[in-house]
């Protein structure tokens, strides 16, 4: 199970954090990813980051304002958000995979950014 | 990093065979095998259904099917059921990233 925690409504050039729990899996032997979806538009990758956290992917969108992190003791994933637009306004997903495909989703959590 | 292309909807009546195109270009698709297909249903979060191309995870139906042909991959769904409605996705891992294409909406008639 993968469950996100975070998401609300937040003015742009504002902070977030989101949180993923994760449960039922060996958290630590997976990549893990954030993939979001604007309302009505299609899947966006985020970021992934490596089952260990040695090695991190970005779209080039979010690049040094958005920053995934994972805590393997703690069996959750964090995707910390600075300078939000409004067109970063989307569900976050928190995702098992990131390496060859994407085999597991949570539920999501909505981040809106607006004035 | 530019999305892949999908149709925007499919649709087919119950028992028909549906292919749902991705387009891709050489630097992704036609490099890599590492596309895959996920299933959406309204208000869901998305499910995988195909892997690497043409692999089906435990539990997906084999009416879903996926194959690759030089920078293009397809979807095929056979014997069409009220229950496959809902919007298809895929994705490809790329020279520097991960990209989906802007999904397919599938309508049984």
């Known amino acids: 199970q993968l469950v996100e925690s975070g998401g609300g409504l937040v003015q742009p050039g504002g902070s977030l954090r989101l949180s993923c729990a994760a449960s039922?899996?060996?958290?630590?032997?997976?990549?893990m990813s954030w993939v979001r979806q604007a309302p009505g538009k299609g899947l966006e990758w985020v970021a992934s980051?490596?089952?260990?956290?040695?090695?991190?992917h970005s779209v080039d969108s979010v690049k040094g304002r958005f920053t995934i992190a994972r805590d393997n003791a703690k069996d959750s994933l964090f995707l910390e958000m600075n300078r939000l637009r409004v067109e970063d306004t989307a569900v976050y997903y928190c995702?098992?995979?990131?390496?060859?495909?994407?085999?597991?989703w949570g539920q999501g959590t909505l981040v809106t950014v607006s004035s | 990093q530019s999305a892949l292309t999908q149709p925007a909807s499919v649709s087919g009546s119950p028992g028909q065979s549906i292919t749902i195109s991705c387009v891709g270009t050489?630097?992704?698709?036609?490099?890599?095998?590492?596309v895959s297909w996920y299933q959406q249903r309204p208000g869901k979060a998305p499910k995988l259904i195909i892997f690497?191309?043409?692999k089906r995870p435990s539990g997906v139906s084999d009416r879903f099917s996926g194959s690759k042909s030089g920078n293009t991959a397809s979807l095929t769904i056979s014997g069409l059921q009220a229950e496959d409605e809902g919007d298809y996705s895929c994705?490809?891992?790329?020279?520097?990233?991960?990209?989906f294409g802007g999904g397919t909406k599938v309508t049984v008639l």
């Open positions: 995702v098992r995979g990131g390496s060859r495909a994407f085999d597991f």
């Open positions: 039922g899996f060996t958290f630590s032997s997976y990549w």
């Open positions: 980051i490596k089952f260990d956290g040695t090695e991190i």
């Open positions: 050489s630097s992704d698709i036609g490099t890599y095998d590492l």
């Open positions: 690497e191309g043409t």
């Open positions: 994705a490809s891992f790329g020279p520097t990233a991960w990209m």
